[in-house]
């Protein structure tokens, strides 16, 4: 699952200039005489097309925002452990001390 991510963060910005470069593939050319039955179709065809790719684009939008938000959680919880391993730490010598202060007062 970690490997995907920087994967996904180089392609991400690419996918916005694919769906631009595809846009113009499916206009109409206006030298092209058809049946209209087909004429309406390629319409249709070239609606759609269009209609995906915005999609795409808006997709690949919110998913840059989505993987920018699990890095900075990423990162937030990296601190997080980082300051409760410090605690731990904190705590066993605390323990340990303890301990020795007990095991001293016994035998005084």
């Known amino acids: ?7 996904l963060k180089a392609l991400l910005p690419h996918v916005a ?23 309406q179709q390629i319409e249709e065809l070239q609606a759609a097309a269009t209609r995906n790719a915005e999609s795409i684009h808006s997709l690949a939008d919110k ?26 730490m904190l705590s066993w010598s605390l323990s340990a001390v303890a301990i ?4 001293v007062a016994l035998y005084i």
């Not at 200039?17 to 004429?39: G, N």
């Not at 020795?100 to 095991?103: D, F, H, P, T, W």
């Open 1 to 7: 699952m970690a490997a995907i991510v920087p994967i």
């Open 17 to 39: 200039q694919i769906a631009t470069v595809a846009i113009p593939a499916f206009t109409k050319k206006e030298d092209v005489k058809a049946d209209p039955l087909i004429a």
């Open 63 to 88: 998913l840059q925002q989505t993987i920018q938000g699990i890095e900075l959680a990423a990162e937030k919880l990296e601190r997080d452990m980082t300051r409760m391993r410090r605690l731990l």
């Open 100 to 103: 020795i202060a007990a095991v």
